[in-house]
């Protein structure tokens, strides 16, 4: 039998969980306010939208850099020193970006923006699969691995078209001068190209909405980005898994999956109000 002290203890977990479950749904109608009436909403993304398309994050305690060390592996240094152990290191990885399929919060991203109710993204990723999912306006900081680029001549290569030789080669190099290729990434050490920084700032500075998905703004400048729209008196949203140091300085959080709250968010907005 239950005893009366097990009963109460139950109902007041119930409780707490029905309290939670009524402040996120209230926080997302809120969400879905704001998106559905801004000028200008500009959603700025993470590792962390892409954790169900089987990608981890960086960051955290299974991200990526638990397992290796990113200056060893991941910084322009390495690439100069030891391009062999770099590419050994990228193949490691790559297919799993280069098989990765957009989930329910990159194409709730498209639909708000195919519908007028996000301007751009401004994504940290290099899976490009904001683009597959139907995002046009994406704003890369980082690049993206879906392209090779040849450190002497600067040609450009789809990464798909060349992949027998990017497994193949210990050391790729261009098929025009012979140079080592190099993904198209922002590397440790190496400085965002100057007119995608202008103009992610940009986008930004003039958003009246911020929507960050799946980023703890830990990385220099997108942790800058929620402090810049604020300047212009945008609300700041933050959808994460995790807290971040920004939920404070936010306007609306919502602790959770993106690929579950985003598209929730996206059926809000349809309800009209």
């Known amino acids: 039998m239950v005893s009366a002290c097990e009963s109460a203890k139950y109902s007041a977990e119930e409780a707490r969980r029905l309290e939670s479950r009524l402040e996120a749904y209230s926080t997302i109608m809120a969400i879905a306010h704001e998106l559905k009436h801004a000028r200008r909403a500009v959603a700025l993304t ?5 954790a169900e398309s089987g990608l981890g994050t960086f960051r ?45 919060a990159h194409i709730a991203l498209a639909e708000l923006e195919a519908t007028k109710h996000l301007h751009c993204v401004v994504t940290q990723n290099i899976d490009g699969l904001h683009q597959r999912a139907g995002n046009k306006n994406v704003i890369e900081i980082h690049g ?50 100057k007119k995608t920084l202008i103009e ?16 703890s703004l830990e990385v220099y400048p997108a942790s800058s980005f929620p402090e810049l729209a604020k300047e212009n008196h945008a609300k700041v949203i933050s959808i994460n898994m995790e807290r971040t140091r920004w939920d404070d300085f936010s306007d609306y959080q919502v602790h959770g999956s993106a690929a579950d709250v985003l598209p929730r968010i996206v059926q809000a907005i349809k309800i009209g109000f």
């Open 46 to 50: 993470g590792a962390g939208i892409s």
């Open 60 to 104: 955290g305690r299974d991200g990526l850099w638990s397992r290796y060390d990113p200056a060893a592996v991941a910084s322009i240094e390495s690439f100069n020193q030891n391009p062999s152990k770099f590419w050994e290191f990228a193949r490691d990885i790559g297919w799993k970006f280069l098989e990765a399929k957009p989930n329910a």
């Open 144 to 193: 993206n691995i879906g392209r090779v680029n040849c450190t002497m001549c600067a040609t450009t290569y789809a990464t798909e078209k060349i992949v027998d030789s990017l497994v193949q080669q210990d050391v790729p190099t261009c098929q025009k001068c012979g140079g080592a290729l190099k993904p198209n990434v922002v590397l440790f050490g190496e400085e965002i190209p």
């Open 200 to 215: 992610a700032v940009k986008r930004v500075r003039s958003a009246d909405v911020l929507l960050t998905v799946g980023t």
